[in-house]
Structures are given as C-alpha cells and as structure tokens.
C-alpha cells in the first residue's frame, strides 16, 4: 500500500480524531481511504449523469414517460 504525508488544517484533523475515538473508524488512514472511496464512487456517478445527459441532448427528443426516464436514471446510478 502507498504510504503518503498529508497536512491537515487543525479543524480537519480533530475530526478526524473524534472520528477515530468514537470507534467508528480504527484509524485516520481508514476513514481517509474511506472518505476517498465515498468519492470517488460520487465521481463515478457524476460522470454516468454528465454522459447521459450529454448523449440526450444530441439524440433529441423521446417518447419515454417521465416515470420510465426516472427508473432508467436510478437503474444506471445504482448499477
């Protein structure tokens, strides 16, 4: 595993701290990864929506029902 140094403004790290001394994390270097992996997993989401939308706007209009649009966007995000 990478070993990196980072600095952190006071604020950040107590609650990094306080997150780590409720025992919902067993060490700062956990919750980071795991605060990178919340966002990495949102960038992913982000992107899939920036596609859609691009590729609906150049494919024009459609006939689908607002509710059939909805399930197609959950379906995606969640797939």
């Known amino acids: ?3 990196q140094s980072i600095s952190l403004t006071e604020p950040n790290d107590q609650w990094l701290k306080k997150q ?3 025992n919902e994390y067993s060490s700062k ?3 980071v990864n795991d605060l990178i992996r919340q966002a ?3 960038q992913s989401q982000v ?3 920036r596609a859609k939308l691009n590729s609906s ?3 024009g209009f459609t006939t689908d029902s607002k509710e059939q649009i909805l399930a197609q966007a959950k379906q995606g995000l969640n797939g």
């Open 1 to 3: 595993m990478a070993r």
């Open 57 to 59: 706007e150049e494919s």
């Open 20 to 22: 780590v001394e409720s």
């Open 40 to 42: 990495r997993k949102q």
């Open 29 to 31: 270097s956990e919750l």
């Open 47 to 49: 992107d899939f929506l």
